[in-house]
């Protein structure tokens, strides 16, 4: 059974960079044929697709965020990370990390959760 | 960017009742949908994906359909497990957006 875990600091200041990873167990990263994703979710408000990356590295990211996220992959260590600068209170939210079910092809629905991790940009 | 309109955004109504809930995709999308629930405090569950095939483990009183700019999740008899918040989501292409939600309370 696939697993993803979020770790990263709770607390962000305005204008930094947030940094996220999410840990993979159950499964390879390198051996997927699909994208795994990040997405967010602002207290008491909806999802919010943030980007995604492939094993090779080839990422895509939501327009509206894009000059603002990195998103990219350390297959030795089953990981993939999440940098979002320049934070704002307006970023405070739970950060998800998510993968497709292994039968998925590039672009799909998420199937798989992490359980999220609250992110508080504040001072 | 194809945008994702829920409606309603919030409805009540009572256990036993047929509950539907429409997603409009602003453009075209095949049948790239999900649907997905997320029960207050947890992680969103994937329910339906290929906008009618139900996820395994979700149970029947679930259905979903339609094709192109059009949606719909059905719940068959609502059951009080059921309160939580909807999502539809869009997978053909990047961007990947949800819809706003839809919220389902008991009446």
């Known amino acids: 059974q696939l697993q993803l875990q979020e770790s990263g600091p709770g607390l962000v200041k305005p204008s930094e960079t947030l940094s996220l990873t999410c840990t993979v167990s159950?499964?390879?990263?390198?051996?997927?044929?699909?994208?795994w994703g990040w997405i967010r979710q602002p207290p008491g408000k909806g999802l919010e697709w943030i980007g995604s990356?492939?094993?090779?590295?080839?990422?895509y990211y939501n327009p509206s965020l894009k000059s603002r996220v990195t998103i990219s992959v350390d297959t030795s260590k089953n990981q993939f990370s999440l940098k979002l600068s320049s934070v704002t209170a307006a970023d405070t939210a739970v950060y998800y990390c998510?993968?497709?079910?292994?039968?998925?092809?590039?672009?799909?629905?998420?199937?798989?959760w992490g359980q999220g991790t609250l992110v508080t940009v504040s001072s | 960017d194809i945008q994702m309109t829920q409606s309603p955004s919030s409805l009540s109504a009572s256990v036993g009742d047929r509950v539907t809930i429409t997603c409009r995709a602003s453009?075209?999308?095949?049948?790239?949908l999900a649907w997905y629930q997320q029960k207050p405090g947890k992680v969103p569950k994937l329910l339906i994906y290929?906008?009618?095939t139900l996820q395994s483990g979700v149970p029947s009183r679930f259905s979903g359909s339609g094709s192109g700019t059009d949606f719909t999740l059905t719940i068959s008899s609502l059951q009080p497990e059921d309160v939580a918040t909807y999502y539809c989501?869009?997978?053909?292409?990047?961007?990947?957006?949800f819809g706003q939600g839809t919220k389902v309370e008991i009446k």
């Open positions: 290929a906008a009618s």
């Open positions: 159950g499964g390879s990263i390198s051996s997927s044929s699909y994208y």
């Open positions: 453009q075209g999308i095949s049948n790239y």
């Open positions: 990356i492939y094993y090779s590295g080839s990422t």
């Open positions: 989501q869009k997978y053909n292409s990047a961007p990947l957006t």
């Open positions: 998510a993968s497709p079910p292994s039968y998925c092809g590039g672009d799909c629905y998420f199937d798989y």
